[in-house]
């Protein structure tokens, strides 16, 4: 018989893979505080201060009666022994290296709560705890880092992270807990950024990029998250993103009367020129640039359509793949799908992903000169000095490389083919209205409304499942007023989520008004 306790999420007790109730919740505040102590025993005293605070005028009438009750019933979870007999060795101390372990196992069960002296210490396996192997793998991984094993210490990293499944000890009160909590975050925090620290010294910029510019979205993001995301950056071939990055830190940083994160420096006087980081772009200087847009968190529907692209822009190593265009009324979401699509392909596509916006605000004059200036540039290239030799000189970038091309709200067809790869490996991608000129050899996709399933989908994203469950018919309802237009149907789904005090079925009548 095994018992796990589970604290990196809401605490869970699990007795041979079964999950037993925790009980309540004050109930489980005594329990974290026993686990987090690791063996030691802890007096009553400190057992009412890990639950209701230093403060005695926020303890219950009978405090300690209270806490002999959660004692009581939690000696009655099952895998815990129903042997009270106090501990009587004094001197116990638990190595941390093997848990809580004191080789106490009466009754064949898995987890002892003694008595000791005027309070208690809990006793369980070895490994039973998730919260302390994620501390000693942090440990472990440390010290092999220490002996320059990153490999040894990137695996124990990896082990301890997986560990987690949410918020430590979510929903636990107590200031005990609550100190457990920050504790465990900030060491979490740490371990994910020297996990990626190794994955960047590998020389796997483009593979954690993602994780590390997710991690920088936080507004208190440490200076060693935003060194490694400009870095991440200028090693994927966008330079220009990774110095934006450095210079909005530089300014938070100064408007706060400081100067930017030591760790933040280093990596911007690497991106001034470091030799050594130049290096590790290639021959021909930033070789895997990725200008796509970001790819927006909550994607839904256009299940088909999806599927589609994906099967047509799949390279095939040798056949010169046709080019898709995506065309559309304004709205029904091209630019959404083609970024998304590009963004899931990528691996595909692992020597650059290259955008252009060609008409509206980010119109480049020009066309396509322009334009392939930049991609030329992008792709590490001298660019010629007229457009019939920057053609070339493009298509020549692009043999033997797999390069995904994005071009964006087009107007001319006629106008974008010399920015069409012509090389096996390569993809384009076109996504335009009332298009004009031709493409050879083009794939067509057209784009309309949702369907009424992926307009629910896309309320249910919005609004959460539980406020359209509440109101299905109004949902419905709200989808047909919207006529399953993609952008109509998301920005008033947007309004509805700012005001969670408005019924679907008022935003029906505003709409139909």
């Known amino acids: 018989m095994t018992v796990r306790f589970q604290t990196l999420g809401p605490l869970r007790l699990r007795q041979d893979g079964t999950e037993i109730p925790a009980g309540r919740p004050q109930q489980q505040a005594v329990l974290a505080a026993l686990l987090a102590a690791r063996g030691r025993p802890l007096t009553t005293t400190q057992l009412l201060h890990a639950v209701w605070g230093e403060d005695d005028e926020h303890w219950p009438s009978h405090p300690k009666r209270a806490l002999a009750t959660h004692i009581y019933r939690i000696r009655q979870l099952p895998g815990f022994s129903a042997d009270f007999t106090p501990d009587l060795s004094p001197d116990f101390t638990p190595g941390l290296s093997s848990g809580l372990s004191s080789g106490f196992s009466p009754g064949g069960a898995c987890a002892a709560l003694l008595q000791a002296g005027e309070g208690y210490r809990l006793s369980v396996e070895a490994g039973a705890v998730d919260m302390h192997r994620f501390d000693d793998a942090v440990q472990a991984a440390a010290a092999a880092r220490r002996k320059g094993d990153p490999d040894g210490a990137h695996a124990l990293l990896t082990q301890g992270l997986a560990l987690w499944y949410g918020t430590a000890l979510d929903g636990v009160p107590g200031p ?29 910029h483009a593979e954690v990029l993602p994780e590390i510019a997710a991690l920088a979205e936080d507004p208190d993001a440490s200076g060693q998250v935003l060194a490694l995301l400009v870095l991440a950056l200028f090693r994927s071939g966008r330079r220009d993103e990774a110095c934006a990055v450095y210079d909005r830190a530089r300014d938070r940083a100064q408007e706060l009367g400081l100067d930017p994160a030591p760790e933040l420096e280093r990596a911007h006087r690497e991106i001034l020129g470091s030799p050594a980081v130049q290096a590790r772009s290639g021959p021909h200087g930033p070789v895997r640039p990725c200008h796509l847009p970001p790819d927006i968190g909550d994607f839904t529907g256009r299940t088909t359509e999806t599927a589609l692209l994906q099967e047509a822009l799949t390279p095939d190593g040798t056949a010169v793949r046709r080019p898709v265009v995506i065309h559309g009324a304004a709205g029904t979401g091209k630019t959404t799908l083609a970024v998304h699509v590009a963004h899931q392909l990528r ?63 087009v107007r001319d067809l006629d106008a974008v083919r010399p920015l069409i790869p012509r090389q096996p490996g390569c993809a384009a991608v076109v996504t335009g209205r009332a298009l004009t000129g031709l493409l050879p050899d083009a794939q067509w996709l057209a784009l309309g409304a949702f369907s009424p399933e992926d307009a629910l989908g896309l309320l249910v994203r919005t609004l959460g499942a539980s406020r359209v469950e509440a109101e299905p018919d109004a949902a419905r309802a709200l989808a047909e007023a919207c006529r399953c237009h993609p952008a109509l149907l998301r920005a008033t789904a947007a309004r509805l989520a700012a005001r969670p005090h408005w019924s679907v079925a008022s935003m029906v009548d505003r709409v139909t008004e």
């Not at 975050?185 to 020389?203: K, P, Q, V």
């Not at 992008?378 to 033997?400: F, H, I, K, R, S």
Request: avoid cysteine.
């Open 347 to 409: 691996d595909l596509y692992p020597d650059g992903q290259l955008y252009a916006a060609l008409t509206g605000s980010d119109a480049l004059p020009g066309l396509p000169g322009r334009v392939l200036a930049a991609f030329i540039r992008a792709l590490g290239e001298d660019v010629p000095g007229d457009e019939a030799a920057m053609t070339a000189a493009y298509q020549a970038a692009l043999d033997g490389r797999r390069v995904m091309v994005v071009l964006d709200d």
């Open 176 to 204: 005990l807990a609550e100190r457990i909590r920050q504790r465990l975050a900030a060491s979490r925090t740490a371990a994910l950024e020297a996990r990626l620290s190794i994955d960047m010294a590998r020389g796997r």
